[in-house]
């Protein structure tokens, strides 16, 4: 029977112990109608060694929740998991680059539209204070390259003080004011198929659209300018992937650009989606040839 491996995150980060159970749920439930057996197991437990994922027909990290707190070693276990040529999906080079968003940059050298982002390896107040003065934004966001989850993002105006500086590298960019009135829209490919969209709006007066912080999710059918942006980001990023979460939301000009392209462990807010996940149930079955 084929066994697939559902990456979880470290047992000794209770942050999300009451969370990502549910969410294993209901993966398992899409998973096992491929006719797999599906295992659960901590990614931190395979960071030297990858014998323990060896016997796995596919190895899927869609869990392996904070990983962003503790970046070295993913990084490493990135690099184990690909020397042993693991049938890690996506591809454990992809989980490498893509937990820093620093990627955004090298999209859009390939002309993938992003805000203007401004790049630190060790933000200050004074690069925050020179960005407002040159760029004349009401507002900016600033927050580390390796974050999840809204993870020490700030939203500054004029004179206010940075607290909680990122550590180490971070990105500073103006703010988006279509957050708070469009939100962001997610699009879900499974495959390369476009799968299903997701708007989600902020509660009044905040900024992170992320559901722990009251986000509002709502169905959408993206219009033709946001799927064709999906779809060049794929393009642009070349290598194959199961899946993808390409997040949207419209600059000061109304044009769509690039938040992320969500490739590790983004929600695929099943819970929204018209075909209940069969379009990851299929991507799966493909990729294991069946």
């Known amino acids: ?82 020397e042993a040529g693991l049938p890690v999906a996506n591809p454990a080079s992809v989980l490498g680059w893509n937990s820093d968003k620093t990627y955004l940059s090298r999209l859009a050298d390939k002309g993938v539209p992003i805000p203007p982002t401004r790049w630190s390896e060790a933000i200050t107040q004074d690069q925050v204070d020179a960005a407002f003065a040159e760029t004349g934004a009401p507002v900016l966001i600033v927050k580390p390259t390796v974050s999840a989850g809204a993870f ?27 957050i708070e009135t469009e939100g962001e829209t997610s699009l879900l490919f499974f495959g390369d198929r476009f799968s299903h969209a997701v708007n989600k709006q902020p509660v009044p007066g905040d900024f992170r659209i992320q559901i722990q912080f009251g986000g509002l999710y709502t169905a959408v059918t993206p219009d033709a300018e946001a799927l064709a942006l999906a779809e060049q980001v794929l393009t642009a990023i070349e290598e194959p992937l199961l899946y993808a979460r390409i997040d949207l939301a419209r600059d000061d000009s109304g044009a769509w650009v690039l938040m992320e392209a969500e490739l590790i462990e983004p929600d695929f807010y099943l819970d929204h989606d018209p075909a209940a996940g069969a379009g990851f149930a299929r991507a799966v079955s493909e990729r294991l040839g069946g």
């Open 1 to 82: 029977m084929t066994q697939i491996a559902v990456l979880t995150p470290d047992p000794a980060d209770k942050s999300y112990i009451g969370r990502w159970p549910e969410v294993l749920a209901r993966l398992t439930a899409t998973l096992e109608g491929t006719g797999a057996t599906v295992t659960a197991t901590p990614w931190t437990d395979h960071i030297e060694d990858a014998s323990g994922l060896a016997a796995y027909d596919l190895i899927l990290p869609v869990i392996a929740w904070g990983y962003h707190r503790d970046h070295a070693r993913w990084l490493k276990a990135c690099a184990t998991w690909t």
């Open 152 to 178: 020490r993002t700030q939203r500054l105006t004029p004179g206010q003080t940075l607290t909680e500086a990122p550590e180490g590298p971070a990105m500073i960019q103006p703010y988006l004011k279509s």
